[in-house]
């Protein structure tokens, strides 16, 4: 019987000492079992077991050339992800394709502020790319590397699936909700643009053209309304609804684009002792959970965030194993009137 070795990890070439057999013959045993008898696989396990060795994960990478792992290119530094609950349901989403198609989830965020430096170092067969420019230098770099990839939250690109949702579609809606309730001061709490290069992209810019759409049919404009860009955080919405009802005049409904933000301006219109929906009206965007049961209960565009993440693993796994292209999807949205919301008072 084999003894344990001393002083150090295992070896394969250990294991092929150990069982009278080559080195070959041992990566064989795990990575193709095919090439051996079946004796002669049970004998190399049997001494592997015994000596306490497995293979390295990093050179069974390297020799099939595949990570079994799909990546997440994340916008934003890590922390400020894991803060906002919209990433916690998204990730559930590709999280269920990763369990069932046995696949493990690598999170990438910007590396030294730069998603570009970010997509050397990601160790994984594919990715999903979440709220990038498509002409950008990141997606110019993941096609001359040959990767594989989904877009999320981004412009239609021709060359790569993607997946969005009827951002358009949904702002309309809650924007034309809150018009046909009589409102007229509206104040939007909009997600902070970036840098703007070529005017609003992506889904903060087909929101805000939903929203002029549903104000145009009321005679108004976007030169109408309130508008504040902020991080999405709760105590950056805390902040902007501050400043918002210091206008004049006051704002009589806020429209957040992410429930995030309008958790945020509820507590600064309670701080300020405003009621809601009495005196200021609030709408959001995602019906995150806590949306459900949060007070009051918030009246929001629902977005089947879990969804989309699905589907963008789904997408994904098929381009990595050289399946189907799919094509680009738009998921529905609805709007769910809930508690925060009401006619104006006069």
């Given at each position: 019987?084999?003894?344990?070795k001393?002083?150090?990890?295992?070896?394969?070439?250990?294991?092929?000492?150990?069982?009278?057999?080559?080195r070959?013959?041992v990566?064989?045993a795990?990575?193709?079992p095919?090439?051996?008898?079946s004796a002669?696989?049970?004998?190399?396990l049997?001494?592997?077991?015994?000596?306490g060795?497995?293979?390295?994960?990093?050179?069974k990478m390297?020799q099939?050339?595949?990570?079994?792992?799909?990546g997440v290119?994340?916008?934003q530094?890590?922390?400020?992800?894991?803060?906002n609950?919209?990433?916690?349901?998204?990730?559930?989403g590709?999280?269920?394709?990763?369990d069932?198609?046995g696949?493990t989830?690598?999170l990438s965020?910007p590396?030294?502020?730069?998603?570009?430096?970010?997509i050397?170092v990601?160790a994984?067969?594919?990715?999903?790319?979440c709220?990038l420019q498509?002409?950008?230098?990141?997606?110019?770099e993941l096609?001359?590397?040959g990767a594989p990839?989904?877009?999320?939250d981004s412009?239609r690109y021709?060359?790569a699936?993607?997946?969005?949702?009827?951002?358009?579609?949904?702002?309309?809606e809650?924007?034309r909700?809150?018009?046909e309730l009589?409102?007229?001061?509206l104040?939007?709490?909009?997600?902070?643009?970036?840098?703007l290069t070529r005017?609003?992209?992506?889904?903060?810019?087909?929101?805000l053209a939903?929203?002029?759409d549903?104000?145009?049919?009321a005679?108004?404009?976007?030169?109408?309304?309130?508008l504040?860009?902020?991080?999405v955080?709760?105590t950056e919405?805390f902040?902007?609804?501050r400043?918002?009802?210091?206008?004049d005049p006051?704002?009589t409904?806020?429209?957040?684009?992410?429930d995030?933000l309008a958790?945020?301006?509820?507590?600064?219109?309670?701080?300020?002792?405003?009621d809601v929906?009495?005196?200021v009206?609030?709408t959001?965007?995602?019906?995150?959970a806590?949306?459900?049961?949060?007070?009051p209960r918030?009246?929001?565009v629902?977005?089947?965030?879990?969804?989309?993440g699905?589907?963008?693993a789904?997408?994904?796994?098929?381009?990595?194993r050289?399946?189907?292209?799919?094509?680009?999807?738009?998921?529905g949205t609805?709007l769910?009137?809930r508690d925060?919301?009401?006619?104006?008072?006069?």
């Amino acid at each position: 019987m084999p003894s344990r070795k001393v002083g150090g990890k295992p070896t394969s070439s250990d294991v092929a000492k150990a069982a009278g057999v080559s080195r070959s013959a041992v990566s064989f045993a795990f990575n193709n079992p095919q090439r051996l008898s079946s004796a002669t696989r049970e004998r190399i396990l049997a001494v592997a077991g015994e000596l306490g060795y497995t293979p390295s994960p990093l050179a069974k990478m390297l020799q099939s050339g595949a990570t079994n792992s799909i990546g997440v290119l994340l916008p934003q530094k890590l922390a400020q992800v894991l803060e906002n609950p919209y990433y916690a349901r998204f990730l559930m989403g590709v999280g269920q394709v990763c369990d069932q198609e046995g696949y493990t989830l690598l999170l990438s965020p910007p590396l030294q502020d730069s998603v570009l430096k970010a997509i050397p170092v990601a160790a994984a067969d594919g990715f999903i790319v979440c709220g990038l420019q498509t002409e950008g230098a990141e997606v110019t770099e993941l096609e001359r590397r040959g990767a594989p990839f989904v877009l999320i939250d981004s412009d239609r690109y021709e060359n790569a699936p993607s997946v969005d949702v009827d951002d358009r579609g949904g702002a309309y809606e809650v924007a034309r909700y809150l018009l046909e309730l009589g409102h007229r001061r509206l104040a939007v709490l909009s997600i902070d643009p970036g840098p703007l290069t070529r005017g609003y992209r992506g889904p903060l810019g087909r929101r805000l053209a939903g929203i002029g759409d549903a104000l145009a049919e009321a005679g108004l404009s976007m030169d109408d309304v309130a508008l504040a860009e902020v991080p999405v955080s709760r105590t950056e919405g805390f902040r902007a609804a501050r400043e918002l009802m210091s206008r004049d005049p006051r704002p009589t409904a806020i429209l957040a684009l992410s429930d995030v933000l309008a958790y945020g301006a509820v507590d600064a219109l309670a701080e300020l002792g405003l009621d809601v929906p009495g005196d200021v009206a609030v709408t959001g965007f995602d019906d995150l959970a806590e949306s459900a049961w949060f007070r009051p209960r918030l009246t929001t565009v629902r977005q089947p965030i879990v969804t989309k993440g699905r589907t963008a693993a789904d997408f994904l796994i098929s381009a990595i194993r050289g399946e189907d292209q799919h094509p680009h999807q738009v998921l529905g949205t609805t709007l769910i009137v809930r508690d925060s919301t009401a006619k104006p008072v006069m």
